[in-house]
């Protein structure tokens, strides 16, 4: 989420957050820094994963130098007052907070013979330690914040700590900057629980990471001296699968469920209309029956792709690629697809299963092309319209042609023959 923005939404609502401003060069992050004449925070405007944030600042020195970190992140810097406390984020799925944990920053305990350059080193030998995204956790990196935090701590990468003694190396708690978690889930207050619910709601989010800086979350955060510091559009999850202390939380079932709930309907109903002569007369039919139902058909056919009366695209659109666009249409209720034989030879059905599939009739017109030479070569492609009509479907032959009547005996699903022919004898 955009920061100041956020920022200006939750204030609006009566949500502590810090105090701060977007400096417009180096100069300006220095004079708001002076102004607040607290302690500062420094970090890109629209970054995200902690990267370019700088924390504890107390020196113009120490903005200016942030000040440079920060601008390689983003495109605005913000300057902010630094709000004390531990650091904590929430999970928020569905209005429901979902998973809480307690992050801290990177760092390397003392065992009194290696230097701080070492312990790194063989920290980020921990085999769950990887890059980026890929294991539990994030391998330290060693950048300029981390000289800063050193510095700040008159310390260099070539100190020896002493045994137990522990060096943060940096200040954000972010898991993508080597940082850890501890699940914290069953402590939250419900006041908080509420009001990070609250906050996905202003924020229109159905999922959000709320990063919460308090003493204490077991106590209500608007009661105390905490803040809200971010809340992050696309949160990261890992720490809530894999904390280093406490419990795994199950976070991506429950993003799952959401997204996919238990008894929604996840496929439409599909018509698929193959044969030599007519597809696209007949497909052309049933997908107006089925407007006059009141349903929102998508239809593919010679003439174009069309979604409801709309044709989204003019032209022959009787393959698996015009299929998937009217598939992929959140807003189409049964698809009518036309299906000609090139698509099927040359790229599949574009479906898994239909619930009628109709054979006008089978004949020489199209002999010749993609390499069918005679009309059992086309038969045999054609017949993968009825074998894949689910078992509780229909596959709708011409009786007058034996070749589609024949079908009937790889069908799946249950069968309808039409005919021209009053006395037809199937």
């Not at 939750?10 to 701060?20: E, S, V």
């Not at 890929?134 to 935090?149: A, C, G, M, S, Y």
């Not at 972010?174 to 996905?200: F, K, Y």
């Amino acid at each position: 989420c955009d920061k100041t923005l956020t920022k200006k939404i939750l204030a609006n609502a009566l949500i502590p957050t810090p105090g701060g401003e977007i400096a417009q060069d180096e100069e300006d992050a220095v004079a708001i820094a002076r102004e607040m004449g607290k302690t500062a925070v420094v970090k890109p405007c629209d970054g995200n994963q902690g990267k370019g944030v700088s924390l504890n600042l107390v020196s113009e020195a120490q903005v200016r130098a942030a000040y440079k970190v920060a601008e390689n992140y983003g495109s605005k810097v913000l300057v902010e007052e630094q709000i004390f406390g531990r650091h904590y984020r929430l999970l928020v799925v569905n209005n429901k907070v979902v998973a809480a944990s307690e992050r801290f920053p990177a760092r390397v305990t003392g065992d009194g013979n290696n230097s701080i350059k070492d312990l790194i080193e063989i920290e980020n030998r921990n085999p769950l330690r990887g890059e980026e995204h890929e294991k539990p956790l994030t391998r330290i990196k060693v950048d300029q914040i981390v000289f800063n935090v050193l510095a700040r701590q008159n310390l260099t990468m070539n100190y020896i700590p002493a045994l137990g003694e522990v060096i943060d190396l940096r200040d954000n708690a972010n898991l993508s900057t080597g940082g850890t978690a501890a699940d914290v889930t069953d402590l939250v207050h419900q006041e908080n629980i509420e009001l990070a619910c609250r906050i996905a709601r202003l924020l229109c989010l159905d999922i959000a990471g709320i990063d919460i800086v308090t003493e204490d979350i077991s106590q209500p955060l608007l009661a105390g001296k905490g803040a809200v510091i971010e809340v992050n559009a696309a949160p990261g999850i890992r720490m809530h699968l894999f904390p280093a202390q406490g419990a795994s939380r199950p976070v991506g079932d429950a993003i799952v469920d959401y997204l996919f709930p238990w008894q929604r309907p996840h496929s439409i109903p599909l018509v698929s209309i193959t044969g030599t002569n007519g597809k696209t007369t007949v497909s052309r039919l049933v997908a107006y029956v089925l407007r006059r139902q009141g349903k929102t058909v998508g239809l593919t056919c010679t003439d174009g792709i069309y979604i409801g009366d709309i044709c989204i695209n003019a032209g022959d659109n009787t393959g698996p690629i015009s299929a998937d666009v009217v598939l992929s249409d959140p807003a189409v209720e049964v698809a009518v697809l036309e299906t000609a034989r090139g698509g099927l030879v040359r790229r599949g059905l574009g479906y898994s299963e239909a619930v009628v599939a109709v054979v006008t009739n089978i004949a020489n017109d199209h002999l010749g092309c993609d390499g069918i030479n005679t009309l059992e070569e086309l038969c045999h492609v054609k017949a993968l319209v009825v074998e894949t009509v689910s078992e509780d479907g229909w596959a709708v032959l011409n009786a007058d042609d034996n070749r589609a009547a024949a079908m009937a005996d790889s069908c799946p699903g249950r069968v309808i023959y039409f005919s021209c022919q009053p006395k037809n004898q199937i």
